[in-house]
């Protein structure tokens, strides 16, 4: 995954828990649905780097967890930044003044080429979301139609650098934010193509939760492999932003996959009490080390199963697991499905 930054703003712990799709954990009740509104010149590259992410997330669980849809301006279909003609489920024009908006979140992607003056019918549309309670986004520098919309709410927003200018000239009392993606409030921006993915994993994070978030990032992040080579976990791109101590037992949970370390000998190269250790975690991951660590051996396994044909045996002796009995009820309670049947699963689906 390309090198960003942000700042993360809503967790499992504080997810806004009155909205009426988001259960007590953080999680919801049926798929979250976001619609994309695709302004003519969009950047492509972005578009689908918001979408894999929610793709991906479905792909992790046995139940879909995200739908998506799209919208045009006036037509039902809009032109990329590729020169791509892109067919939309939905114009915008035609939900202004609808009763509910049947969406959860409503994203408007941008792009280098598109118009950064008002489109009211947009604008109308937004703000009919905003009074909806509905979440908002923009990608690249779709949050100039927020802008324009009156709705950010005093929040922070990321938009893509050649457009800084323009935002500091006609809307002189919003904020900029110097990460690339942010979510605040119920406002999410990322400034750019590489941005998309980060910004959506806040949203992925917001409504179904670190575990599910990280799980994205890891199978996201990496290159493609070879069927017989799976490479050990790659190194978080926000490693920097962590103490040092926690870095480093990381590090030696990502290098220690096939023979897991204790959490006593994890304390002991670590040079930090236990308690230490478990702040850490809870503060900067929000979750214990042995969760995490467990997360880590699981997650490499998943990729085993995907891109090799070793046996499940091997692949929970590879992951770290005495025995396949515990591996599979592990594995189970994670993604939600047998790891026999999970790859029966992966099979029939195209790999992102």
Same mark, same amino acid.
Not at 12 to 32: E, M, W, Y
Not at 280 to 288: A, D, G, I, R
């Given at each position: 995954?390309?090198?960003?930054?942000?700042?993360?703003?809503?967790? /499992?712990?504080?997810?806004?828990?009155?909205? /009426? &799709?988001?259960?007590?954990?953080?999680?919801?009740?049926?798929?979250?649905?976001?619609?994309?509104?695709?302004?003519?010149?969009?950047?492509?590259?972005?578009?689908?780097?918001? $979408?894999?992410?929610?793709?991906?997330?479905?792909?992790?669980?046995?139940?879909?967890?995200?739908?998506?849809?799209?919208?045009?301006?006036?037509?039902?279909?809009?032109?990329?930044?590729?020169?791509?003609?892109?067919?939309?489920?939905?114009?915008?024009?035609?939900?202004?003044?609808?009763?509910?908006? /049947?969406?959860?979140?409503?994203?408007?992607?941008?792009?280098?080429?598109?118009?950064?003056?008002?489109?009211?019918?947009?604008?109308?549309?937004?703000?009919?979301?905003?009074?909806?309670?509905?979440?908002?986004?923009?990608?690249?520098?779709?949050?100039?139609?927020?802008?324009?919309?009156? $709705?950010?709410?005093?929040?922070?927003?990321?938009?893509?650098?050649?457009?800084?200018?323009?935002?500091?000239? &006609?809307?002189?009392?919003?904020?900029?934010?110097?990460?690339?993606?942010?979510?605040?409030?119920?406002?999410?921006?990322?400034?750019?193509?590489?941005?998309?993915?980060?910004?959506?994993?806040?949203?992925?994070?917001?409504?179904?939760?670190?575990?599910?978030?990280?799980?994205?990032?890891?199978?996201?992040?990496?290159?493609? #492999?070879?069927?017989?080579?799976?490479?050990?976990?790659?190194?978080?791109?926000?490693?920097?932003?962590?103490?040092?101590? #926690?870095?480093?037992?990381?590090?030696?949970?990502?290098?220690?996959?096939?023979?897991?370390?204790?959490?006593?000998?994890?304390? &002991?190269?670590?040079?930090?009490?236990?308690?230490?250790?478990?702040?850490?975690?809870?503060?900067?991951?929000?979750?214990?080390?042995?969760?995490?660590?467990?997360?880590?051996?699981?997650?490499?396994?998943?990729? #085993?199963?995907?891109?090799?044909?070793? /046996?499940?045996?091997?692949?929970?002796?590879?992951?770290?697991?005495?025995?396949?009995?515990?591996?599979?009820?592990?594995?189970?309670?994670?993604?939600?499905?047998?790891?026999?049947?999970?790859?029966?699963?992966?099979?029939?689906?195209?790999?992102?």
């Amino acid at each position: 995954m390309t090198q960003h930054n942000h700042k993360k703003h809503f967790s /499992p712990a504080n997810a806004d828990t009155n909205h /009426p &799709h988001l259960g007590q954990s953080g999680g919801v009740d049926r798929p979250v649905m976001v619609g994309f509104v695709l302004l003519e010149n969009f950047s492509m590259v972005a578009f689908t780097g918001a $979408v894999d992410a929610l793709v991906t997330s479905n792909l992790v669980q046995t139940d879909n967890l995200f739908d998506y849809r799209t919208f045009g301006l006036e037509s039902l279909t809009v032109t990329s930044d590729l020169g791509i003609e892109i067919s939309t489920s939905f114009k915008v024009e035609d939900h202004v003044e609808a009763e509910r908006i /049947p969406f959860d979140v409503i994203i408007v992607c941008g792009g280098y080429r598109c118009q950064l003056g008002e489109y009211s019918k947009l604008s109308e549309f937004l703000r009919h979301c905003h009074r909806q309670g509905l979440y908002l986004g923009g990608l690249w520098n779709g949050a100039i139609s927020l802008a324009h919309a009156g $709705v950010l709410d005093n929040a922070r927003i990321a938009v893509h650098s050649d457009n800084h200018p323009y935002v500091k000239e &006609h809307f002189q009392d919003i904020s900029i934010a110097s990460e690339t993606s942010i979510f605040d409030g119920r406002i999410v921006t990322g400034a750019g193509p590489m941005s998309a993915l980060s910004m959506m994993l806040l949203l992925v994070e917001h409504f179904q939760g670190n575990r599910i978030a990280r799980a994205v990032t890891e199978i996201l992040r990496c290159d493609q #492999l070879s069927e017989t080579s799976v490479q050990p976990l790659q190194e978080p791109t926000d490693d920097k932003h962590y103490p040092d101590s #926690l870095r480093k037992v990381l590090e030696l949970m990502r290098n220690n996959i096939e023979e897991p370390l204790t959490l006593e000998e994890l304390i &002991h190269y670590a040079s930090i009490s236990r308690r230490q250790l478990e702040r850490l975690f809870q503060t900067n991951l929000e979750t214990s080390p042995s969760r995490y660590y467990l997360e880590l051996r699981i997650t490499y396994a998943r990729r #085993l199963l995907q891109q090799t044909n070793k /046996p499940i045996i091997e692949v929970a002796i590879a992951s770290g697991f005495v025995s396949s009995s515990h591996f599979s009820n592990c594995f189970k309670d994670y993604f939600g499905s047998a790891p026999s049947n999970f790859r029966k699963k992966s099979l029939k689906k195209p790999s992102n």
